[in-house]
């Protein structure tokens, strides 16, 4: 997002080129066209689902530590617990409604 800290961004996406190079992972072929136009069914698309992804992964924790892989989950947990506590206009024109 717009919100990434930049040198976390750029070492992640580092961390995952030399990854591919040094596994000697094939990248499947050539995309051609607007690679955006449909939804990849093998990423998460919800945070939490993202979030538990990113705590069960390993390949992450090899390049920067299982202890802040934890500490970065767990703290984008206690943020997006604290946002979904909050109620929106959109939830209370929802449910509180008698259309």
Not at 36 to 41: A, H, L, Q
Not at 51 to 64: H, I
């Amino acid at each position: 997002g717009a919100d990434a800290n930049p040198y976390l961004a750029l070492a992640s996406f580092f961390a995952g080129i030399h990854h591919g190079l040094v596994k000697q992972l094939d990248p499947g072929p050539a995309w051609h066209g607007n690679a955006g136009e449909t939804r990849d069914p093998g990423l998460p698309f919800r945070p939490l689902r993202a979030l538990d992804r990113m705590a069960g992964a390993t390949g992450l924790a090899s390049y920067f530590g299982r202890a802040y892989v934890s500490a970065y989950v767990g703290c984008k947990m206690a943020e997006l617990d604290k946002f979904e506590s909050k109620i929106s206009a959109t939830e209370y024109a929802w449910y509180m409604t008698t259309d």
